[in-house]
């Protein structure tokens, strides 16, 4: 069965250090992957999703890049973090059109 | 792009209690999802629906693609069932709605 693990589940960093979140996917080939973002309260946002390794599309300027190295291994990443970019961050994952989007456990980011 | 709206926002009920929540959507989609956010932010899949109902349950869903919305019904709600409730629509990505808070008391 597919498993999608991420890590790590809360981080607490200052302002101007570096970020990477990492996501990597079990039991599935070629799968879609994504990362959200979501705000205290909020809805979610779709930040980078990748069709294939090296491939990388951005929703939203902003502070982070993405990073697909390996099929299923996602690393969302920030050369120095802002304060507004503290949020919940969650990984997802899809193949074609059968079965929806299973999402990661999620990662609770606080910039201080 | 596409707009995903839920209705009600914020919803109490008395555990036992039946409710209906409510996902409209601006355009024509490949599909639908229902999730269930946790508490500890896990989001749960419920359904993955392009049309028709589906039941899984005490939970169950209605999409009616034609005319643009999706139900999701909750029957003999308990405690547990508390949590935010997300509609989300497909097309080449997952665009959400903002969510229906359930609070069910015992």
């Known amino acids: 069965s597919q498993t999608i693990h991420q890590w790590p589940a809360t981080l607490v960093q200052p302002v101007g250090s570096p970020l990477s979140l990492e996501c990597t996917v079990e039991?599935?080939?070629?799968?879609?992957l994504y990362w959200y973002r979501q705000a205290a309260g909020r809805g979610l946002q779709l930040l980078f999703y990748?069709?294939?390794?090296?491939?990388i599309s951005s929703e939203v300027p902003q502070n982070l890049s993405a990073s697909r190295p390996q099929d299923r291994q996602f690393i969302l990443s920030s050369k120095k973090l802002l304060l507004s970019d503290s949020g919940f961050y969650l990984c997802?994952?899809?193949?074609?059109?059968?079965?929806?989007?299973?999402f990661g456990s999620g990662t609770r980011l606080t910039v201080v | 792009g596409i707009q995903v709206e839920q209705s009600p926002p914020d919803l109490i009920l008395q555990e036992g209690a039946n409710s209906t929540l409510r996902c409209n959507f601006s355009?024509?989609?490949?599909?639908l999802q229902w999730f269930h956010q946790n508490p500890w932010g896990q989001l749960i899949n419920l359904f993955y629906i392009p049309s028709g109902t589906k039941q899984n349950g005490r939970l169950s869903a209605t999409t009616v693609a034609t005319e643009r919305y999706s139900l999701l019904y909750i029957s003999s709600s308990q405690t547990t069932d508390s949590g935010v409730y997300f509609c989300?629509?497909?097309?080449?990505?997952?665009?959400f709605g903002a969510g229906t808070t359930v609070t069910v008391r015992a």
């Open positions: 997802a994952w899809s193949v074609g059109d059968l079965h929806g989007y299973t």
């Open positions: 989300a629509v497909v097309d080449y990505k997952l665009s």
């Open positions: 039991g599935t080939s070629n799968p879609n």
């Open positions: 355009d024509s989609v490949n599909n």
């Open positions: 990748s069709v294939g390794i090296g491939q």
